[in-house]
């Protein structure tokens, strides 16, 4: 049997792009015409790694993917050299993709349990799978409430899908702001993400978490949640730490035994108390 060496990557372009806030920007990248990637169906919550050629290399997370036409979404704020370029690039720049890896979202344990989702600020990119897969699958899953914050409105990623998921049956969309400035309109709530907690609906029992966002918001969101009678087992948070190989070889991402990349980046709360170097 001829094994498929871990670190290949295929060159790939970015189709088109489409700007969610000034530094913040969905990537549609389309994989070479016959190429497997796409056969298998990546988990969300799953990321690849994206280099370009004289740049870098760094993780991204899935935003959303299309099998038919082998093109996947990835939504990423500009912070350093990789995205930088990619984002003075953008469209037609060619990109070398692998992946994907690690460990997603627990979909499966989410089966017919109600779902909470908290984000906060890019920490609703690898989250928004999660909706969509949940909006096409309805009845697979209880009720599903959405917390999402970020730092001014105009900060709020995939606004324009904001109406389609408050439509999805039996969901909540809860938004929230740390502040709004001078002149702009803002009917919702003012506050960090923990704030929504007293208007939220989703109860502990029989109901599964998935937060992701700065790891000061998750730690605050455990320490809500786990206060309200949460389990640590159904709180699955999302990790980020700087990564090279992303299959668990080079030892960049570790905490403790655990590997980011292979382990995570999702992990149970239930896994990660008394880990070394973790806010949360
Ligand atoms: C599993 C996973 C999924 C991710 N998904 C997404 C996503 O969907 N969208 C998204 O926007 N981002 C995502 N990220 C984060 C993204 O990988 C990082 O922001 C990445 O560093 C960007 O690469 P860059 O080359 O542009 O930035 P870099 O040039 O690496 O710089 C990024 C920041 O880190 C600082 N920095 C640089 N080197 C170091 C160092 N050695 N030690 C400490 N700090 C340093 C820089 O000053 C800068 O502030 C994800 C990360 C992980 C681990
Ligand atoms: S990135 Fe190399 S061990 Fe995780």
């Known amino acids: 049997m001829r094994l498929e060496n871990p670190y290949l990557a295929e060159e790939c372009v970015i189709k088109r792009t489409k700007r969610q806030t000034p530094d913040t920007y969905t990537y549609f990248i389309s994989y070479p015409r016959g190429s497997k990637k796409l056969r298998t169906p990546f988990k969300p919550g799953q990321f690849i790694m994206i280099s370009v050629l004289g740049v870098g290399e760094a993780p991204f997370s899935f935003s959303a993917w299309d099998d038919e036409e082998a093109i996947f979404e990835t939504t990423i704020r500009t912070v350093g050299n990789v ?4 984002m003075r690039r953008g469209e037609g720049q060619r990109v070398w ?13 989410a089966r017919g349990r109600d779902i909470l989702i908290v984000a906060g600020g890019i920490g609703i990119a690898p989250l928004k799978p999660v909706i969509e897969l949940v909006a096409k699958n309805r009845r697979s ?15 709020l990623l995939f606004a324009d899908e904001f109406n389609s998921w408050r439509e999805i049956p039996d969901a909540d969309l809860l938004l ?13 709530n003012v506050g960090v993400v923990t704030t929504l907690f007293d208007k939220m609906r989703t109860e502990p ?8 966002g700065p790891e000061i918001m998750m730690k605050f969101v455990a320490k809500g949640l786990l206060a309200m009678g949460f389990q640590p087992k159904d709180l699955y948070l999302s990790l980020e730490r700087r990564m090279k190989c992303g299959i668990a070889q ?3 991402c570790q905490i403790g035994p655990k590997f980011v990349c292979r382990d995570g980046p999702v992990f149970p709360y239930s896994e990660l ?8």
Do not use: F
């Open 83 to 86: 995205t930088s370029t990619l």
């Open 97 to 109: 993709v692998r992946g994907p890896y690690g460990r997603g979202w627990p979909m499966e344990e």
């Open 141 to 155: 899953y209880g009720s599903l409430e959405i917390l999402y914050g970020a730092k001014t409105p105009d900060d």
């Open 176 to 188: 929230t702001v740390d502040s709004v400035p001078n002149g702009m309109e803002w009917d919702q």
């Open 205 to 212: 029992n029989d109901s599964i978490v998935m937060t992701c």
């Open 250 to 252: 080079c030892g960049h």
């Open 273 to 280: 108390r008394g880990l070394p170097d973790l806010l949360v």
